[in-house]
């Protein structure tokens, strides 16, 4: 354990004194907010521009429209016989049409229009939508107010006979935080982890480390280290974002943490993390170049990502088969069985079978990344086929 921990530390310093790490750590929070910043901005700024449409109105109708219509759009009422497209044309605006009288009963309209400005055509739309059930409520004798109660859907109160079948948004929110968290920290460390024993392999560094402490504690060490390394990477960037949420959110984060049940989502984000990590680790093992190692990773990339096959099933029956399945199979239950927490009252049995599962099979993956990483880093000229790792995998440790 003792050379695991020299091992976790100098993965840690080697990085931490890494220039590409250091300007990863400040450029992905500052992508990340130009992504949601700026559409935030660019909608903010796309002020809708002003639509101008000529109107013949016969109906006597023109001024109910306007109401009905955003403040973008203007009506310009022209006299029956006009030159409209003229004045369309003259006047640059965006079409025009006419409300005549039959456009109660038929409820069809023509719309000439000199732009493709689609925002004002759907207002418009809607407006004269609103403007025909209003037309022929009056002429059926139906007051808005009557026709309002009769089409009034049903307001149906879903309360819980018992407390814990109540969804927990707040328990929700935070185990959804907490299922991207644990991916991230998956797909960044354990991407590293890859391209770092690829990168030593190729430098023969493997040879002079393995010369010294055992396979199984060279792999746990960097295993630790890039954990570790994750975590400080999340701790820097919820330092800024935290601040940010709370202030233009007002998200009560300390009562969001309270309500719910850390110790189950930790158990579970760190025994998927453990699981992938050697899956991911054991890959680099048995490449001989970044750039096979590179091709490879989607392969490995793709079974944690099993889980979002799931969401659907497990947010609209939380309780049904398939989510029970998902939070049990090892390969999804690290996500699953965060977000069921958050949704419904999960069996005490399920988080104990499930857990049990996951940590069981974290635990055989590790012995088995061990036993090809073994053989793996000492290999070098070529990737190793499917069968040579199953036949590394039936070595007996020395």
Not at 1 to 22: D, H, S, V
Not at 121 to 131: I, M, V
Not at 196 to 206: C, G, L, N, W
Not at 365 to 388: D, S
Request: net charge neutral; proline share 5%.
């Amino acid at each position: 354990m003792r050379n695991t921990w020299k091992i976790a530390r100098w993965e840690i310093l080697r990085n931490l004194t890494n220039k590409q790490f250091i300007i990863g750590l400040l450029i992905t929070p500052l992508i990340m907010a130009l992504f949601i910043v700026v559409p935030a901005l660019l909608e903010r700024w796309n002020q809708p521009s002003a639509i101008t449409y000529c109107i013949v109105d016969e109906l006597g109708a023109a001024e109910t429209l306007r109401e009905l219509l955003p403040a973008n759009i203007v009506l310009v009422e022209e006299e029956a016989g006009a030159d409209l497209p003229k004045l369309v044309r003259e006047s640059k605006a965006s079409g025009y049409f006419i409300l005549d009288e039959n456009f109660a009963e038929s409820g069809q309209l023509d719309l000439f229009y000199n732009g493709t400005n689609s925002q004002g055509s759907s207002a418009l739309r809607q407006a004269l939508t609103a403007l025909l059930q209003n037309l022929r409520l009056t002429l059926s004798g139906v007051s808005p107010e009557q026709f309002a109660f009769l089409t009034a859907p049903v307001q149906m109160n879903q309360i819980p006979l018992k407390e814990e079948l109540e969804p927990q948004t707040m328990h929700l929110v935070v185990s959804s935080v907490f299922t991207i968290l644990v991916f991230f920290l998956i797909f960044t460390s354990g991407t590293m982890l890859m391209q770092s024993a690829t990168q030593e392999k190729r430098d023969r560094m493997a040879e002079v480390v393995l010369s010294s402490i055992r396979p199984g504690e060279l792999m746990q060490g960097k295993i630790l280290g890039q954990f570790l390394l994750g975590l400080i990477q999340l701790g820097f960037w919820l330092a800024l974002g935290l601040p940010i949420v709370v202030y233009f959110l007002e998200f009560p984060i300390l009562e969001a943490l309270r309500a719910v049940n850390l110790p189950v989502i930790l158990c579970f984000g760190l025994g998927g993390y453990l699981l992938f990590s050697a899956l991911f680790v054991g890959l680099g093992a048995t490449m001989e170049d970044l750039q096979s190692a590179g091709n490879a990773q989607g392969l490995v990339i793709m079974l944690p990502m099993l889980a979002f096959l799931f969401i659907g099933p497990v947010f609209t029956n939380p309780d049904g088969s398939i989510a029970v399945f998902a939070s049990l199979f090892p390969f999804t239950s690290s996500a699953v069985m965060m977000l069921r927490s958050g949704l419904t009252a999960v069996p005490l049995w399920q988080m104990l079978v499930s857990g049990a599962l996951l940590l069981i099979t974290a635990y055989i993956t590790m012995r088995a990344a061990a036993k090809i990483f073994r053989v793996g880093m000492l290999m070098y000229g070529k990737n190793a086929t499917p069968k040579e790792v199953l036949r590394w995998l039936r070595y007996k440790e020395s």
